[in-house]
């Protein structure tokens, strides 16, 4: 027996007790965050992600008037005290792992719904909410806890029956700037559809499936908001999912360098752990890519499926998933997991293009934005014609690719990656002159340190040019107003550099590398 006592300490997200007023329903709550190493603080527990408990009893005093929402099954609620204290009594007999038991303690109003088709045998769940005590906050979110329903028999459909169904699902509010994935309870500042849809997702990954270690947390995170836009494309609609995969893919590009395996020097940066553009919308765009580099939606839920089956109950690696990934779809993602999981950084694309009779020329330079040198992918262009548009598909295996199409058709326009799976950034996309006819661009000297001239093959009055970084950011912009043009490239600093250069209809990307 081992007696634990005393005030756990609080202060931050990551606090293990909070105690704090909700600024807008002004009901007091106090609640637990254990993630990722805080569970110790207020219980005593082995902190190990692969070892856990086999069952959770948590049994909460407190005053009478307030409840107590934990894991699992409420077995019962004791009064003490002549009436003023009463203890509730929680009992979870799944496997959990020490920073998924939880409590959450305030003067709540409990909403008690079921949800249907949960189980392989078709019971009806039980689902509790643990709402605020004001008759406004349940008015403006009974549409909410209906969408509650909607999304788990969702999952329960697209990933297999809810792990826990023998027990329950609920919800306790908090003023806590977010949500946390406790088993079977959620804890979360509100009942939003795309809060609820995140963690109620981690109920498959994250809790019944849980990454083995705090490096892997792509496992819990980046699935459970990959499957965010899952919720929107199967209850909401497919332009309020692109919507969603656009904004992750606009914060993951903020993050040049980094990648979604967090490296071991920054397990102690709870912040690096849990970055919103690299964990959570950098996780969830690799997902959405395996999904089309898989190009079958049938086989990709079985892959999740399979890997639930395999692993539920019990912690996986990153490696684990890639295993199932490829034991399932017979295709080798080493590669994938190489650029994209492990590596830094995304791919930059340089896109030229032109017609030549009845052929299409496509050409792809690809730039690094980071450490990682090349991302091997497919990547889908939209032929806008006047008789209808066309969706090719190419992969490109080298940093430089030509593609070369069949196709009759005039082109009016170009579009790459029209249906937004991939994530990168666009440098130019631009028609150019045939090749054939459009002679030598020449930047002399290459490398430069000082005054450099640019000789084009064509000359169309003055010169735009803009200058990018590899990643495709612009750093400078400049008219040249005659030929033969000059430009001073001691204004840079040493490295390579792009140079799009715009000449009245036509189009030159080249690279130029500065040395002083």
């Keep these: 027996m081992i007696w634990y006592h005393g005030t756990a300490p609080t202060g931050g997200f990551f606090s293990a007790v909070t105690s704090k007023e909700d600024e807008t329903w002004h009901q007091r709550v106090t609640w637990t965050l254990s993630e990722p190493y805080a569970a110790m603080e207020w219980f005593p527990c082995k902190q190990s992600l692969t070892d856990k408990a086999d069952s959770s009893a948590v049994w909460i005093t407190v005053d009478s008037g307030l409840v107590a929402g934990s894991n699992g099954v409420l077995e019962g609620v004791d009064t003490l005290d002549g009436g003023t204290r009463l203890r509730y009594r929680w009992h979870h007999r799944h496997p959990i792992d020490y920073y998924l038991i939880s409590f959450a303690v305030s003067p709540y109003r409990v909403v008690e719904q079921y949800a249907r088709n949960i189980r392989e045998e078709g019971d009806s769940l039980l689902i509790q909410n643990l709402i605020y005590r004001d008759a406004d906050f349940l008015e403006q979110n009974r549409e909410n806890m209906e969408e509650t329903l909607r999304l788990i028999e969702l999952y329960s459909r697209l990933f297999g029956p809810y792990p826990f169904a023998d027990e329950k699902y609920g919800h306790c509010l908090a003023p806590m700037g977010g949500g946390m994935e406790h088993q079977t309870m959620t804890t979360l500042a509100g009942l939003g559809f795309t809060l609820v849809s995140h963690e109620m997702a981690h109920q498959w990954f994250g809790d019944y499936v849980t990454?083995?270690?705090?490096?892997?947390?792509?496992?819990?995170?980046?699935?459970?908001?990959?499957?965010?836009?899952?919720?929107?494309?199967?209850?909401?609609?497919?332009?309020?999912?692109?919507?969603?995969?656009?904004?992750?893919?606009?914060?993951?590009?903020?993050?040049?360098?980094?990648?979604?395996?967090?490296?071991?020097?920054?397990?102690?940066?709870?912040?690096?752990?849990?970055?919103?553009?690299?964990?959570?919308?950098?996780?969830?765009?690799?997902?959405?890519?395996?999904?089309?580099?898989?190009?079958?939606?049938?086989?990709?839920?079985?892959?999740?499926?399979?890997?639930?089956?395999?692993?539920?109950?019990?912690?996986?690696?990153?490696?684990?998933?890639?295993?199932?990934?490829?034991q399932v779809s017979g295709k080798d993602f080493t590669w994938f997991f190489d650029q994209w999981y492990y590596g830094t950084g995304y791919p930059v694309f340089d896109i030229s293009w032109w017609q030549k009779k009845d052929t299409l020329y496509i050409r792809s330079d690809q730039s690094p934005s980071g450490a990682t040198p090349f991302f091997r992918t497919h990547i889908d262009f939209r032929l806008e014609t006047s008789e209808g548009d066309t969706v090719v598909r190419f992969l490109q295996e080298e940093p430089e690719e030509l593609f070369v199409l069949p196709f009759t058709r005039f082109v009016n326009a170009l579009k790459m990656d029209p249906e937004e799976w991939l994530l990168f950034k666009l440098a130019s996309l631009s028609r150019v002159i045939d090749p054939e006819k459009e002679g030598t661009v020449i930047i002399y000297p290459n490398p430069a340190g000082g005054m450099i001239s640019i000789h084009l093959p064509v000359v169309a009055g003055e010169l735009h040019l803009e200058v990018m970084d590899l990643a495709g950011r612009k750093v400078m912009e400049k008219i040249l107003p005659v030929a033969p043009y000059r430009f001073d490239a001691s204004v840079l600093p040493d490295g390579v550099w792009l140079f799009r250069m715009v000449s009245g209809r036509y189009t030159w990307t080249r690279k130029v590398v500065v040395h002083k």
């Design 211 to 326: 990454c083995a270690t705090w490096q892997d947390i792509w496992i819990n995170e980046g699935f459970a908001s990959y499957v965010e836009y899952l919720a929107l494309e199967n209850l909401k609609s497919l332009l309020d999912a692109r919507t969603w995969m656009e904004h992750a893919h606009s914060e993951a590009l903020k993050e040049p360098d980094g990648s979604v395996y967090v490296p071991v020097e920054e397990l102690d940066n709870l912040w690096r752990i849990f970055s919103g553009r690299l964990s959570y919308k950098k996780g969830a765009s690799l997902l959405h890519m395996i999904r089309y580099e898989l190009a079958d939606d049938s086989l990709f839920y079985h892959v999740l499926q399979t890997y639930l089956e395999e692993y539920g109950d019990s912690t996986a690696t990153g490696k684990d998933f890639e295993g199932v990934l490829e």
